[in-house]
Nanobody, 120 residues
Framework: QVQLVESGGGLVQAGGSLRLSCEAS?????MGWFRQAPGKEREFVAA????????TFADSVKGRFTISRDNTKNMLYLQMNNLKPEDTAAYYC????????????????WGRGTQVSVSS
């Protein structure tokens, strides 16, 4: 069992930045971020391999978001720049087999989420 705890959400103006963090109780998996806006399905945002050498992003965040991890601290990060109102959602940390399976929402473990709100 792996526990995931997100932090770093908040309210920011459009064009601003936030960095989300996820603390994991282990570091043996590929990891990623998903988000869910009110009334919408949860969607894939980004994923990174266990070693950190592979990453993938949803088209909607490419060029604005970066994902990274520090396995010495069992931490996952999502740096979000040039935020838009449509980025408003609850963001969830996830662990899975690899980046490909994460893009298809095949998740082993979920965090409880952190809210990101972007005002226009």
């Amino acid at each position: 069992q792996v526990q995931l705890v997100e932090s770093g959400g908040g309210l920011v103006q459009a064009g601003g930045s936030l960095r989300l963090s996820c603390e994991a109780s282990g570091s043996v998996y590929a990891m990623g971020w998903f988000r869910q806006a009110p009334g919408k399905e949860r969607e894939f945002v980004a994923a990174i391999s266990w070693s950190g050498d592979k990453s993938t992003f949803a088209d909607s965040v490419k060029g604005r978001f970066t994902i990274s991890r520090d396995n010495t601290k069992n931490m996952l990060y999502l740096q979000m720049n040039n935020l838009k109102p449509e980025d408003t959602a609850a963001y969830y940390c996830a662990a899975g087999q690899n980046t490909m399976t994460l893009t298809h929402s095949h998740v082993y473990y979920w965090g409880r989420g952190t809210q990101v709100s972007v005002s226009s």
